[in-house]
């Protein structure tokens, strides 16, 4: 892709995709989640092509061999080009998806497991769906109240005045 020697750490791993913004891949380099040739580093450290790199983010970690350098951000397709990743890295990250998944399903069921909706609702004989009405004489007046419940947690009550 270019000619250039040597790349600062920050901004290739900000080239490579692995972090959107260099302050963030500072932030990491700095914060000890990313090694070059098996040692902690700078975000300032010159990286050269061949060097070993090691990168952690998000309980993941890669593997990498850098195959190119470049000083501006390209598309995703070009950004592969710039280092190459052993099967070995590869297998273990997808275990740990796999196993991250499992954990996941584990700690947090599905909103349709927990949620109710309308067709899954509780069925209670005194909200079933109908007309109960009962009749209340007074002086010369009746009224009647009418309860209804069709999919709804608390019940309306209408008064109709009847003479």
């Known amino acids: 892709m270019s000619e250039l020697n040597q790349v600062r750490i920050d901004k290739w791993l900000w080239a490579a995709r692995f972090f959107k913004t260099r302050g963030l891949a500072g932030d990491a380099v700095s914060g000890g989640k990313v090694h070059v040739n098996g040692q902690r580093c700078k975000p300032g450290k010159e990286v050269k092509i061949g060097d070993l790199i090691s990168v952690t983010k998000d309980q993941y970690t890669w593997e990498l061999t850098v ?88 019940l309306t009550c209408m008064e109709l005045v009847l003479e």
Do not use: C, M, W
């Open 67 to 154: 195959t190119d350098l470049n000083n501006q951000r390209r598309p995703a397709k070009e950004a592969v080009a710039l280092y190459s990743e052993d099967q070995a890295s590869i297998d273990k990250r997808l275990k740990q998806i796999e196993l991250h998944k499992q954990q996941q399903a584990l700690l947090h069921p599905s909103e349709r497991e927990h949620k109710p909706n309308k067709k899954t609702t509780p069925t209670n004989p005194s909200l079933q769906t109908g007309r109960a009405l009962s009749t209340i004489g007074a002086s010369n007046k009746t009224i009647a109240t009418k309860h209804t419940s069709i999919y709804h947690s608390r």
